[in-house]
């Protein structure tokens, strides 16, 4: 809003257009007054556009002094609406204000009126180009016109203000005429005339007359009131209608080029109401005000609060973010050196697989070595170096076999009663000589008896580990306790030293994830403290370090005496009797070793035992050290395996579990089922991390496992038992079942090679070779197969039969003896008498007489 003047009657159309403008939500307005310069005005203008305002409305200050600055605003696009006066040019947008031509008219016809139709009368004008006063002057003359005797002896022009009308009037009242009435083109202008002529002429009856008309204090309503003008016109502002306008233009809505307000004259008739009014108006227009200000006041803090709140939410966002990135990277982390961790066990997994093999071909014939008697000292000592440190490495192996079996879950707990104290004393003398070489003082403080329910193994693992710790970081000289005592229903196990102890820091995690926190206590692969707190807490039991004072490590682990949810009587048979096996398996061992040497003194003519095992050395170590006792034929596969085993019947296979093509537990299941095989016992080879290798060993059908790495006495006892085994259950063969169960297969077998012996004794033609056929083997493999179960030949259980039937008939009928011979398939009574005697230690016409050698039949 350019304004021309600064006055009352344009701060009320500004304010008017302030008050409108809270209507629309995207009106921003803007206000400049030029102070009735010209060229103050155009810089406004311009200054306007360059702000690039959407509309500009101006009231021009004269008609022709801002046209290029209108001008320049319409070429820019900017739409222009004039406002109150106008200009020369018509380039605006649009105009709104009263019709001043109309307005001096009237003011021209009350004047006339006012007069009684006579008189002298003088116009003082406002600026002398700006168009409302043209428009006035020209509408006054018109009116007048029509009253010849109504004078208008001067007219000069003033520039709207109060001040311009006294000096006017001023000018005026020199030329000496009788003035009646004083036309002011605005009340101000009046008003400054009338203070001129009064003061000069203080009896003077004239009239004043002005426009505009405004309700305010000092404004024309109440002048005209007061009596001191007798009329004015009210000069509209109406900002409301002026916005109006602007906004339609703005939003391209129809509008109107020529808008006209209508307005009113004010007499001393009707000034009191029109007052009245005004203040009314005003009121509303305060009440309105002070409700925008209140509006205004709750936006503005709403809007802080908005801002305050988005900022809130801004920091908290930001905050959350942080904290997830933080934790993000946190689980990254850990999740990153969890994943190492595990590649780490994953690939000590896999080389201690891979290690244990060489391990047991190593520890395997130091042991035979050692056992040799021609050795010399040094050379036993050497052995000893070996021996120890393959059983470190294996232990090492085992460990971390152990653990990873910890973390798939796999590992099982097997809880026996037992006395802890002795357990105790042997595990710690197992460090006496590396305690010896350091000179370490060991105190073992445990009770005589600690009757404990555990598992033996893990807490075995257990104190070696903390042992073995503890006598690595205890320097030369130092001490070491071992200590076991029992409180109530719970024991524990304190290992403590004068060790260098761990940094106080790492104290807490000291048993957490391994490879995480580096301590001289949990160095090496990381893995022993890790597995004792696994270990601990499978037993239910809790594990703590500390440090000594002055110095040293102490590690306290705390047991329930009898494991929770156990039923101790159980697990104690069961242990019961796997200790009584493995004993008799130590007898056993001692027994089977002496008579293999006496067997193999004897040259009873050897078993066979065929190997199976993908590893090469494996198989040529096997083959040479069990070659001792016997007859060993070897395969790389399961496939391979079957084939050997199907060709040459041996009297034991003994195959590793995991290989390539066929593994064992394949290999077995496929003896198991086939005729041909399925009596001889199979042995496996099991990898001692496979917990469910016994399980899986025994459902494929196998006879027994082995857990690698094995002790040669143990697997030659094993061997030898099996193989023994199956010579009990073919001494038991058709007369009940002492030894091993024969397998489903072997009872078919037996059930059909009975009844089609049943069926043809009486056919002297019945070859070896029908039978076979009969059941579905070649003369050589039924050959193997019977003698295998039986320890008899074919041809030697089919005569049995025909024997045992013959004897029947003599027994039951009068039948002779040749009748017999050929009844029973033989074909001749000569061959059949030699035959009774040999089977019955009589001739068949003694039978019956009670002097026979020959076995009874059931
Ligand atoms: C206000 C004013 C009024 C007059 C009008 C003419 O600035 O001088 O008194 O009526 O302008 O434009």
């Not at 520890?363 to 000592?381: C, H, I, K, M, N």
């Not at 796997?578 to 008799?584: L, N």
């Amino acid at each position: 809003m350019s304004q021309c003047s600064e006055d009352i009657w344009r701060e009320k159309l500004n304010e008017e257009l302030k008050t409108t403008s809270y209507i629309y939500d995207n009106v921003n307005l803007l206000f400049s007054t030029a102070r009735d310069n010209d060229r103050l005005q155009q810089e406004q203008i311009d200054s306007f556009i360059n702000r690039g305002v959407d509309l500009l409305i101006i009231s021009p200050n004269q008609v022709n002094t801002i046209t290029p600055a209108i001008e320049r605003a319409r070429r820019k696009g900017i739409p222009v609406v004039l406002f109150d006066r106008k200009t020369e040019s018509a380039h605006y947008t649009a105009f709104m204000g009263a019709d001043n031509y109309q307005i001096g008219r009237t003011m021209g016809e009350y004047i006339a009126h006012l007069m009684g139709g006579r008189g002298n009368f003088v116009e003082i004008r406002g600026l002398e180009h700006s168009s409302p006063s043209i428009d006035r002057h020209r509408g006054l003359v018109d009116a007048l016109r029509r009253y010849p005797e109504v004078r208008l002896i001067d007219s000069r022009a003033g520039d709207w203000s109060e001040g311009s009308g006294s000096r006017v009037m001023t000018e005026m009242l020199n030329s000496g005429d009788r003035v009646d009435c004083v036309f002011g083109q605005n009340d101000r202008m009046a008003l400054g005339a009338r203070k001129v002529l009064m003061d000069r002429q203080p009896d003077s009856k004239a009239r004043f007359v002005g426009i505009d008309a405004l309700a305010t204090p000092g404004g024309g309503i109440r002048e005209v009131k007061d009596g001191r003008l007798d009329a004015s016109y009210i000069y509209p502002t109406r900002g409301d209608r002026l916005l109006q306008l602007a906004v339609n233009i703005l939003e391209h809505k129809p509008y109107k080029n020529e808008n006209l307000l209508e307005s009113a004259i004010v007499t001393p008739d009707n000034a009191e109401v029109m007052l009245m009014q005004a203040d009314e108006m005003r009121l509303q227009v305060d009440n309105l005000k002070q409700l925008h200000a209140h509006v205004d006041r709750f936006l503005a803090r709403y809007n802080y609060q908005k801002v305050f709140l988005i900022l809130i939410i801004l920091v908290l966002s930001l905050l959350i973010i942080v904290l997830f990135l933080f934790y993000r990277g946190l689980s990254l982390r850990r999740r990153m050196a969890e994943e190492t961790a595990n590649a780490k066990l994953k690939f000590f997994t896999n080389v201690s697989h891979e290690l244990r093999t060489p391990l047991t071909l190593i520890t395997a014939p130091v042991e035979q070595l050692a056992a040799d008697d021609t050795l010399t000292d040094g050379q036993r000592s050497l052995l000893g170096v070996v021996k120890r440190n393959t059983d470190i490495l294996l232990r090492l192996v085992n460990e971390i076999l152990d653990f990873r079996k910890v973390q798939n879950g796999k590992m099982t707990v097997h809880l026996a009663h037992f006395d802890l104290s002795p357990a105790l004393r042997q595990w710690t003398a197992m460090f006496e000589p590396a305690m010896k070489k350091k000179s370490l003082t060991l105190h073992i403080e445990v009770p005589d008896h600690l009757f404990v329910l555990s598992d033996g193994y893990k807490l075995e693992r257990i104190c070696y580990n903390l042992l073995s710790n503890s006598v690595k970081y205890t320097p030369e000289g130092g001490e070491i306790w071992i200590r076991a005592t029992q409180s109530g229903d719970r024991f524990a196990i304190v290992v403590e030293d004068t060790g260098i102890g761990i940094p106080e820091d790492k104290l807490k995690r000291i048993f957490e994830r391994f490879f995480q926190v580096e301590t001289p206590y949990t160095n090496g692969t990381g893995v022993g403290l890790a597995l004792v707190k696994a270990f601990t807490e499978m037993l239910h039991g809790t594990v703590t370090a500390a440090n000594r004072q002055p110095q040293g490590a102490r590690f306290t682990i705390e047991f329930p005496v009898s494991q929770p949810n156990s039923d101790a009587s159980q697990t104690a048979g069961v242990e019961e009797t796997e200790r009584q096996m493995a004993h008799e398996e130590a007898v056993d061992t001692q027994k089977a070793n002496a008579e293999m040497l006496t067997a193999s003194e004897k040259q009873e003519p050897r078993k066979r035992i065929l190997v199976v095992d993908d590893n090469a050395d494996i198989r040529a170590y096997l083959a040479s050290w069990l070659g001792k006792y016997y007859q060993v034929s070897s395969a790389a596969d399961g496939r391979e395996g079957f084939e050997t085993a199907r060709r040459e019947a041996p009297d034991l296979v003994m195959s590793d579990v995991m290989m390539p093509v066929m593994d064992g537990l394949e290999l077995c299941r496929r003896l198991k089922s086939d005729v041909t095989t399925s009596h001889i016992p199979v042995l496996l080879l099991t990898a001692r991390d496979m917990d469910d290798s016994r399980a899986d060993a025994y459902n494929c059908g196998a006879d027994g496992y082995i857990v690698k790495p094995f002790s040669e006495d143990v697997l030659l006892a094993r061997v030898k038992n099996l193989i023994d085994s199956r010579q009990q259950l073919r001494d038991a063969f058709g007369g009940g079942s002492d030894g091993l169960n024969p397998t489903k297969e072997d009872k078919k077998f037996t059930v059909k090679l009975r009844e089609a012996i049943q069926q043809h004794l009486d056919d002297s033609d019945f070859s070896v070779e029908q039978l076979g056929g009969e059941l579905g083997l070649s003369r050589a493999q039924l050959y193997r197969k019977v003698k295998a179960m039986t320890g008899q030949s074919p041809v030697e259980i089919l005569r049995e039969a025909r024997l045992r039937r013959a004897d029947r008939l003599l027994a039951m009928t009068d039948k002779t003896v040749a009748e017999i011979a050929y009844e029973t398939g033989f074909s001749s009574p000569s061959y059949f008498t030699k035959c009774y005697k040999d089977y019955f230690g009589c001739p068949p016409k003694d039978a019956g007489k009670g002097n026979r050698k020959g076995k009874e039949q059931p």
